[in-house]
């Protein structure tokens, strides 16, 4: 089973500011098949990018994703109040076993 | 559009069983994959299995093996998730998610349902 990484556990920022987020995975994810969501309070997950780095239908392109093999990243070039949140990744390579990273929270400074 | 509607929130006790449904419209339910993925209170995501809406064909997490079984209505286009001998600690949301690729099973979501909880408690 591949082990998602991520990292910071908590990312405290204010909003217009860049926020990178990293995820990293215990061995190399097979063709970049990483995804990310987002999740805020009460509600299910969003998809945010797939493929490592494109991005879902209707996410602003303030969202970007990076990375290959094991180090992966989503940047939010410039923070809006709505971002805040918390944000995992997925890495969905390893059939049959489909494994998320524990989170990273991105709460306002 | 695209929708997943799932079942309302359980309390059982320990030792029994729930089922959870995720009625889906909006699209040709038997083309695409639906998976299930739950979360403890506070915790991260989990994912739990699969099942081709298509042949019924499932694929289930390693940890849940024996405990959970994925099945489907075409006829009202529902999924079903049962997990059986429930411990305190499967007290969770449960989401189903939907593959976004026709007839190929991808594993990311783009579609969720609402989330289901249940809540395992005596």
């Known amino acids: 089973e591949i082990v998602l990484t991520q990292s910071p556990g908590t990312l405290s920022l204010s909003p217009g500011e860049r926020a990178t987020l990293s995820c990293r995975a215990s061995q190399s994810v097979s063709s970049s098949y990483l995804a990310w969501y987002q999740q805020k309070p009460g509600q299910a997950p969003r998809l945010l990018i797939y493929?490592?780095?494109s991005r879902a239908t209707g996410i602003p392109d303030r969202f970007s994703g990076s990375g290959s093999g094991t180090d992966f990243t989503l940047t939010i070039s410039r923070l809006e109040p709505e971002d805040f949140a918390v944000y995992y990744c997925?890495?969905?390579?390893?059939?049959?076993?489909?494994?998320f990273g524990q989170g990273t929270k991105l709460e306002i400074k | 559009q695209v929708q997943l509607v799932q079942s309302g929130a359980e309390v059982k006790k320990p030792g029994a069983s729930v089922k959870v449904s995720c009625k889906a419209s909006g699209y040709t339910f038997t083309g695409y994959y639906m998976h299930w993925v739950r979360q403890a209170p506070g915790q991260g995501l989990e994912w739990m299995g699969w099942i081709n809406p298509n042949s019924g064909g499932t694929n289930y997490a390693q940890k849940f093996q024996g405990r959970v079984t994925m099945t489907r209505d075409t006829s009202i286009s529902t999924a079903y998730m049962e997990l059986s001998r429930l411990r305190s600690d499967d007290t969770a949301v449960y989401y189903c998610a939907r593959d976004p690729l026709y007839s190929r099973l991808s594993g990311y979501y783009h579609y969720w349902g609402q989330g289901t909880l249940v809540t395992v408690s005596s």
């Open positions: 493929g490592a780095s």
């Open positions: 997925q890495q969905y390579g390893s059939s049959p076993e489909y494994t």
